[in-house]
């Protein structure tokens, strides 16, 4: 992604990542950086690679878990919530180890950049074997994560999630507020196996539990441990296509006392930090109950909201929350189909927008890979609860999926295909039955409301091609690959899900 | 899509349509018609037809307005309500022709059945010449939607709407329950052009306005008349592809004492009868201040609520609208792209199903055309407005969008893959890195949660393969034919669209 040539592309459309879309625009790129923009040449110059269709700022999915791509379909079985959803995941969690987390991770982002991505920021947080003790080599698993990306040909972000406690500890009388049954109030978390054995205390807090042994070995036993281990992170993997930064995992993971450490940590190397935020209403509830705040009034009093911030979903939010939002200068990043997927409802896009928070995407779980859907699902959103269509342009829409992504993900001259700007591109065809209508007075509309992901041809990372006609240039069978990298994380076929659920440490 | 001959079908996977999935399916069809279905057949017999992946029924598309296609991204620019987008379907509507119109419901229904659909409920409007006298042949333009689907190689419910007036009337003291400027209440209709001079006005009641003239085309006049065109339609029409059943527009565009003729008319033919219900709020609202009911208890006592009834949409619907559709043994489509994009909102589809009322899905005014997204959405709506996941089975999803639909249109003989049935079936590949992962024990989850029009391979209609390895057997460049078929009955790409909303006659 580094390649030291020089490239010419010549794009039919492009939308630069601002403005009016562009005619016969002439991209001159040398090394992996744009050098000119010339548009309205009518013809491909000779010798120059030819962009049929829309050619867009490379899309960037601000908000992954690699390994839930494992998922997909299979917690469709059944009922259930959020909380048995994530019972799932934690099963699937407890099988990875760095080889195979490293093979799964390159067929997910293969996935990825076969749907346009060209910079993806993973929400790490499996950092430890199965029992909680550090790999042979401490940084065993954020390697594996940078290997995969480098083989993939993707642009990573690695957010390096402080994950430290169990979650919230129940209230001592449970169901003492509601006559339902607690088993018929799918937003209550069932918890956090408060039966379980805890196996390890860091908190002398009663607000959180310890950490389950399903989730053991997302934790470091403390916040001056992760920062040491984050630290030595960033210094071994940070280079051209790899930036290292931080994220809370959530007010339920972390105590309230060690929330401005990893802010400081952050702060002090302008590095992103991630934080997931009021996504189910239980954390709201929880957090209002024990420490008497919402969870975003929380990360603004420790200093976690700052113009490096993303608060990812931002689902359930106050008005108050949304101006803290956007006095801290932060992001949200919305995960629509995620979102869709695990019953978290919608969140005040339009509210948060108006406010000058702006919006990023992600697609989180992995139900699907399509950022297009991704960015047009903030639109359908809005109106499914407001009754009102149009409350975003196709641009800023088109924004979120693209240049406000990058700059969240700590890449501040990606995103904007403009000179001295890093040569990420994706071209999207205008041949299939979905776009081949699309008139040049919207063609933005039509890309982001009817184009999917098996409308992107060509994907350019750092000036080199790594799709082409929908082909990746490296990965032979993008689709045997991820079939057999989720075989090896999953248990036998004929071992149902729901034995996962009663034994999620399996 | 009749044709005589014999062939044999091996499916690597099979749903039926009931019951878990089949390997190894060997299907034998004579005519258009199953004869045997045998599964665990390891290999392909000796000159079958591969089906690798998973077939299922073919796909039906209980609700479109084929034309509406010519409006997607287009009507994505700038803001406005479900009525403001009306204005520029009407200005589309305005200038079709029984020629321009069969060249775009053919490169429609080929965009349909590339998406594996196999039958389509049309829900036909646009009867007459654009200033309401009928064309030299009076069935001109069901003629070329018949003559459409033929080509395309889809089955083909006709549903001949009956449109006689032009809305509620207007309160007569706007804005006296509100302090709201009319402007803001994206729910409150336009009063369908009050200022327009009447074109005809055909009923005596002070109920609804007259049509106006962008409606005029739509309007048989009076009720008989619709009723012997209808008729008329259903004679010349009727075939082994093709079922002619009615639809009343809505409570909006047929007067109360004019339904149960409609109803009566279908009846007395055994034929379906579908009717747009309770979309937008303001349907309601109107129809309870002028006729003191809501749209499905005013269809209820009026007979239009049996067990050939379809009521689209059913987007806000009270427990007693739920009760008389479930008494009804009527069924409900759900066209969520549609609802998401018109900012309709999230209809009760928990509470529909939970009384007995099953549910159809439509791609309606094909923002996109992806009746796996039409299905899952059906899921995922009522988890986003729940919080609750699992309300339904893959198999119930996928019902609604095959065996549901099928009976919902009238075609009792399709929609389940068994001995007797008609040969419509359509394969879904596991190729892609959407669906490689795949597993025996959740392919149906797989595709209704993860599939994409994109991962269908092959269709087959009456037994007859009209797609083989995503290429139409029959139309050679889909997207080309609908980008110049939308030409055609599209304003010159300089002249903006809310040039039309000024004047949505044009």
Same mark, same amino acid.
């Given at each position: 992604m580094?390649?030291?040539?020089?490239?010419?592309?010549?794009?039919?459309?492009?939308?630069?990542?601002?403005?009016?879309?562009?005619?016969?625009?002439?991209?001159?790129?040398?090394?992996? #950086?744009?050098?000119?923009?010339?548009?309205?040449v009518?013809?491909?110059?000779?010798?120059?690679?030819?962009? /049929?269709?829309?050619?867009?700022?490379?899309?960037?999915?601000? =908000?992954?878990?690699?390994?839930?791509?494992?998922?997909?379909?299979?917690?469709?079985?059944?009922?259930?919530?959020?909380?048995?959803?994530? &019972?799932?995941?934690?099963?699937?969690?407890?099988?990875?180890?760095?080889?195979?987390?490293?093979?799964?991770?390159?067929?997910?982002?293969?996935?990825?950049?076969?749907?346009?991505? $060209? %910079?993806?920021?993973?929400? =790490?947080?499996?950092? =430890? $074997?199965?029992?909680?003790?550090?790999?042979?080599?401490?940084? +065993?698993?954020? #390697?594996?994560?940078?290997?995969?990306?480098? %083989?993939?040909?993707?642009?990573l972000?690695?957010?390096?999630?402080?994950?430290?406690?169990?979650?919230?500890?129940?209230?001592?009388?449970?169901?003492?507020?509601?006559?339902?049954?607690?088993?018929?109030?799918?937003?209550?978390?069932?918890?956090?196996?408060?039966?379980a054995?805890?196996?390890? &205390?860091?908190?002398?807090?009663?607000?959180?539990?310890?950490?389950?042994?399903?989730q053991?070995?997302?934790g470091?036993?403390?916040?001056?441990?992760?920062?040491?281990?984050?630290?030595?992170?960033?210094?071994?993997? !940070? @280079?051209? $296509?790899?930036?290292?930064?931080?994220?809370?995992?959530?007010?339920?993971?972390?105590?309230?006392?060690?929330?401005?450490?990893?802010?400081?940590?952050?702060?002090?190397?302008?590095?992103?930090?991630?934080? *997931?935020? !009021?996504?189910?209403?239980?954390?709201? +509830?929880?957090?209002?109950?024990?420490?008497? !705040? %919402?969870?975003?009034?929380?990360?603004? #009093? *420790?200093?976690?909201? &700052? =113009? /490096?911030?993303?608060?990812?979903?931002?689902? *359930?939010?106050?008005?108050?929350?949304?101006?803290?939002?956007?006095?801290?200068?932060?992001?949200?990043?919305?995960?629509?189909?995620?979102?869709?997927?695990?019953?978290d409802?919608?969140?005040? +896009?339009g509210?948060?927008?108006?406010?000058?928070?702006?919006?990023?995407?992600?697609?989180?779980? *992995?139900?699907?890979?399509?950022?297009?859907?991704?960015?047009?699902?903030?639109?359908?959103?809005?109106?499914?609860?407001?009754?009102?269509?149009?409350?975003?342009?196709a641009?800023?829409?088109?924004?979120?999926?693209?240049?406000?992504?990058?700059?969240?993900? @700590?890449? &501040?001259?990606?995103?904007l295909?403009?000179?001295?700007?890093?040569?990420?591109?994706?071209?999207? !065809?205008?041949?299939?039955?979905?776009?081949?209508?699309?008139?040049?007075?919207?063609?933005?509309?039509?890309?982001?409301?009817?184009?999917?992901?098996?409308?992107?041809?060509?994907?350019?990372?750092?000036?080199?091609?790594?799709?082409?006609?929908?082909?990746? +240039?490296?990965?032979?069978?993008?689709?045997?690959?991820?079939?057999?990298?989720?075989?090896?994380?999953?248990?036998?076929?004929?071992?149902?899900l729901?034995?996962?659920?009663?034994?999620?440490?399996?």
């Open positions: 580094t390649g030291a040539g020089t490239s010419t592309f010549w794009a039919e459309h492009l939308w630069t990542g601002v403005g009016d879309i562009r005619h016969g625009a002439v991209v001159e790129v040398v090394g992996d #950086r744009i050098v000119s923009v010339v548009d309205d009518a013809a491909p110059p000779t010798g120059s690679i030819e962009l /049929r269709g829309v050619t867009l700022p490379g899309l960037v999915n601000a =908000h992954s878990h690699a390994f839930h791509r494992a998922l997909r379909g299979r917690t469709q079985v059944g009922s259930g919530s959020f909380w048995t959803w994530r &019972d799932v995941m934690y099963s699937v969690a407890g099988r990875l180890t760095p080889e195979n987390y490293e093979t799964l991770a390159t067929a997910v982002f293969t996935e990825m950049v076969l749907a346009g991505v $060209t %910079t993806v920021g993973e929400f =790490h947080y499996v950092h =430890h $074997t199965a029992d909680g003790t550090p790999h042979d080599d401490p940084l +065993a698993m954020s #390697r594996a994560l940078a290997r995969a990306a480098a %083989t993939a040909g993707i642009r972000t690695l957010l390096d999630t402080c994950y430290l406690v169990g979650g919230f500890a129940p209230a001592s009388e449970p169901a003492a507020e509601s006559d339902a049954e607690p088993a018929d109030d799918p937003s209550a978390e069932p918890a956090d196996d408060p039966s054995e805890p196996v390890v &205390d860091p908190s002398a807090e009663p607000v959180h539990v310890p950490l389950s042994p399903a053991i070995r997302f470091d036993g403390t916040v001056a441990a992760w920062a040491e281990r984050a630290t030595a992170v960033r210094e071994a993997l !940070s @280079g051209p $296509t790899v930036v290292v930064g931080a994220a809370v995992h959530s007010v339920r993971a972390v105590p309230e006392r060690d929330l401005a450490t990893v802010a400081g940590w952050a702060r002090g190397r302008d590095a992103p930090l991630h934080v *997931h935020v !009021s996504e189910q209403p239980a954390e709201n +509830a929880d957090c209002a109950r024990l420490l008497g !705040s %919402t969870p975003v009034a929380l990360l603004r #009093r *420790h200093g976690v909201l &700052d =113009h /490096r911030a993303t608060a990812v979903h931002a689902t *359930h939010l106050t008005e108050d929350d949304v101006a803290d939002l956007a006095a801290g200068d932060a992001w949200a990043c919305f995960c629509v189909t995620t979102e869709r997927d695990l019953a409802g919608v969140g005040p +896009a509210e948060l927008v108006e406010a000058g928070v702006p919006l990023t995407v992600g697609s989180d779980s *992995h139900a699907v890979i399509d950022l297009f859907e991704e960015a047009r699902g903030i639109e359908t959103g809005q109106r499914l609860v407001s009754n009102r269509r149009g409350w975003f342009g641009a800023r829409l088109m924004s979120a999926a693209t240049v406000e992504g990058a700059r969240s993900l @700590g890449w &501040d001259d990606a995103g295909l403009e000179p001295g700007a890093l040569a990420d591109l994706v071209t999207v !065809s205008l041949d299939s039955v979905r776009l081949a209508d699309a008139r040049r007075d919207s063609l933005l509309e039509s890309i982001v409301f009817g184009a999917t992901a098996a409308d992107v041809s060509t994907v350019v990372v750092g000036g080199e091609i790594v799709v082409r006609d929908g082909v990746h +240039a490296r990965v032979a069978s993008p689709g045997a690959a991820l079939r057999s990298a989720i075989e090896a994380v999953l248990p036998p076929v004929d071992e149902p729901s034995t996962l659920r009663e034994d999620p440490s399996a």
